[in-house]
């Protein structure tokens, strides 16, 4: 035993008090005793002990009290003369590490003392160990233009704050990217990181998975199943498209964020959230909210912190890092390393990237697989030639009203669509965005031809 260790014994009865210091001293330890609360706060106050033994009937305090502003700071074993499975069951709840009914053994007593003392060190080294960790790993985020690093500074600056963050940005700028660097960079990191996409459920099972069904709330419903809302406590919620969602689940959200409360689906029970909410959207929330179509006062508070993506054609000289990530990062059967040839890079530089770095990353893995053998990729091992389709050039709106911008994107949309003969991958590459969107858009504008064809 360590002669450094420091106990202290807060307990009222004067010969348990003295003997228990008595044997601890003899057994290396560095023992201070006192007999009321005032005089250990008094104590506490100048002094940093490892371990605390302490009587759950004080004259002067309530133990489980005092347990409760010591756990957080220091390891406790309670002690108590009039042990109960109810008190000792709150105690553990409260955070006691041990809880030991007098008369103790003294030899039981060092035992735990030595096994408490065992565990609070091996979670420091822990916590030391996720620390560095944590400040050693590479960042999410790749590339050095100037863009990335004013979203890193935001990034930086908002990480330790316990707000709402929203993440802005076409599709595939890489926005979950970012509420994973900024939950990493958080006091949450140990915590859970749940991720939840706002456009791929019907209303009803998007409730239940955000937050939670009771038995019989719907048909299938059989049995209770909690949300991810609480598998996000003490962490961070990423609820991806928020623009998404319809109003009935915007006006449980609101209430969330305001109160932290919330329900299971067909429960009655309000429930208690602990979850730092993130969202993203590449959808204009400020137009959706002045239209109608997005709650006013959600959008006001989802806007306290808001960190907007730029495209990749917005940073291209970030585009030779990303090829060179995603070169060294491949996770093919054939571990073959790959180089690009100035060529291939100068062209991939000059592309406009319209589904941005999901699709890099996706023209990156096919030239892989096409180059087979070969240790460069060159200009052919590259799907780039294809024109993106040029469908707006000579189109022209007539409105007999001021139209308002979804009035404008319904009706682009709608055009491009007639142009494109419905063609689902063509009004992808032509409107920069993905056949998941280009499906929504479909359907929200009730456009639905037996001829549509997938690409």
Excluded at 111 to 129: F, P, Q, Y
Excluded at 210 to 230: D, S, V, Y
Excluded at 247 to 266: D, M, N, S
Excluded at 272 to 279: F, G, K, T, Y
């Amino acid at each position: 035993m360590s002669a450094a260790r420091s106990l202290l014994i807060v307990d009222d009865d004067r010969l348990f008090n003295e003997l228990v210091t008595r044997q601890l001293a003899d057994s290396g330890y560095r023992v201070t005793g006192m007999r009321s609360w005032a005089e250990a706060r008094e104590w506490l106050a100048g002094h940093e002990p490892d371990l605390v033994l302490l009587d759950i009937r004080l004259p002067d305090a309530e133990g489980l009290e005092v347990l409760r502003g010591l756990v957080p700071d220091v390891p406790v074993i309670v002690l108590t003369a009039y042990g109960s499975v109810r008190s000792a069951v709150e105690a553990i709840r409260l955070g006691a590490a041990e809880y030991l009914v007098k008369p103790v053994n003294l030899d039981e007593l060092e035992l735990a003392i030595a096994r408490t003392l065992g565990h609070a060190e091996l979670k420091e080294s822990l916590n030391l160990v996720r620390t560095r960790e944590r400040r050693s790993r590479k960042s999410f985020m790749v590339g050095r233009s100037k863009a990335l690093k004013r979203v890193s500074e935001m990034i930086r600056a908002v990480a330790g704050e316990n707000v709402t963050v929203l993440i802005t940005g076409e599709s595939g700028t890489g926005k979950e990217l970012v509420a994973r660097e900024i939950h990493e960079r958080s006091q949450r990191a140990e915590k859970n990181f749940v991720t939840l996409d706002c456009c791929t459920l019907q209303e009803n099972l998007f409730e239940s998975e955000l937050f939670g069904h009771e038995k019989g709330a719907f048909t299938g419903a059989n049995q209770r199943k909690k949300g991810l809302i609480e598998g996000a406590r003490g962490g961070t919620l990423f609820l991806d498209e928020i623009g998404e969602i319809g109003p009935p689940i915007q006006a449980k959200l609101l209430r969330v964020l305001e109160t932290g409360e919330f329900r299971r689906l067909g429960g009655n029970t309000v429930l208690h959230s602990d979850a730092r909410i993130l969202c993203a959207t590449n959808r204009d929330l400020k137009a959706m909210s002045e239209s109608g179509d997005f709650r006013l006062d959600l959008y006001y508070r989802l806007s306290t912190f808001i960190i907007e993506l730029p495209p990749l054609r917005e940073r291209r000289e970030d585009i030779p890092d990303l090829v060179h990530h995603f070169l060294a990062n491949h996770d093919f059967s054939r571990r073959i390393a790959k180089e690009i040839s100035p060529q291939s890079m100068e062209m991939l530089v000059a592309y406009d990237w319209p589904g941005n770095i999901r699709e890099l990353r996706n023209v990156i893995e096919r030239a892989i697989i096409l180059s087979g053998e070969a240790s460069v990729l060159e200009p052919h091992h590259f799907a780039l030639s294809q024109p993106v389709p040029t469908v707006g050039g000579d189109l022209q709106f007539s409105f007999d009203h001021p139209p308002t911008l979804e009035d404008l994107k319904e009706d682009y949309f709608r055009r491009i669509y007639d142009r494109l003969n419905g063609h689902r991958a063509e009004l992808a590459r032509a409107l920069g965005i993905s056949e998941r969107n280009v499906y929504r858009l479909i359907k929200k504008y009730s456009l639905d031809r037996s001829d549509d064809r997938k690409g």
